[in-house]
């Protein structure tokens, strides 16, 4: 069974950090894309990054490039994003995806809030 | 940047009757490889997201085929043939040709 767990959500201040994790199983994680997409409180989908499949290339949206860093691990089957300088409009469920371009399989996603 | 438009953003269905939901890009998602980069997404209240569709038409494994999904260049729809309960919650297109981009989302409850 395909499964991402995420982690490392929790309650930060603005200006300081977080670093999400993704456990994945259940499929060959060092020969897929993998995704982070983010959903403020009560609103849409907004994809965060991607990265390749051996990590040589990575992707954001706009509103966290420098602040953000998606990386893997392939041996530990694990994906991650490291967040800095966070601001009050990052609060949101951070779900990882895998992406076959399609996004099929997501986890259930960790909360991450910013405030003071 | 690629702009996602759905239309409507809320959709009360009566069960067993049609549901449709559209979708238009700011761009072309037909790329040069032949394949146009649509996905639709369906996410139930209190859960993660789920694929339905991807490219345009192919439903993913276990979605049933009252979904049907259609359109080419800039323009798509999903039909939901015959409305059910377990059907309710927020769809979402997405194109994924160009990084990733996702319509705001239509709100789907039963009457």
């Known amino acids: 069974e395909v499964q991402l767990v995420e982690s490392g959500g929790g309650l930060v201040q603005p200006g300081g950090s977080l670093r999400l994790s993704c456990a994945a199983s259940g499929f060959t994680f060092s020969t897929s894309w993998m995704s982070w997409v983010r959903q403020a409180p009560g609103k849409g989908l907004e994809w965060v990054a991607n990265?390749?499949?051996?990590?040589?290339?990575?992707f954001y949206v706009d509103s966290v490039k420098g602040r953000f860093t998606i990386s893997r691990d392939n041996a530990k089957n694990s994906l991650y994003l490291q967040m800095n300088s966070l601001r009050v409009e990052d609060t949101a469920v951070y779900y990882c995806?895998?992406?076959?371009?399609?996004?099929?399989?997501w986890g259930q996603g960790t909360l991450v809030t910013v405030s003071s | 940047d690629i702009m996602m438009t759905q239309t409507p953003l809320s959709l009360s269905v009566t069960p067993g009757q049609p549901a449709s939901i559209s979708c238009k890009s700011s761009q072309s998602l037909l790329h040069s490889d032949g394949k146009t980069y649509l996905y639709w997404y369906l996410q139930k209240p209190g859960q993660s997201p789920q694929l339905l569709i991807y490219e345009v038409s192919r439903r993913f494994s276990g979605v049933p085929d009252r979904f049907s999904g259609s359109g080419s260049g800039t323009d798509f729809t999903l039909k939901i043939s015959r409305v059910e309960a377990e059907d309710v919650g927020v769809y979402f297109c997405?194109?994924?040709?160009?990084?990733?981009?996702f319509g705001q989302g239509t709100k789907v409850e039963i009457k």
């Open positions: 995806a895998r992406d076959l371009a399609a996004l099929v399989c």
């Open positions: 990265i390749k499949e051996d990590g040589s290339a990575k």
């Open positions: 997405m194109q994924g040709i160009h990084l990733r981009t």
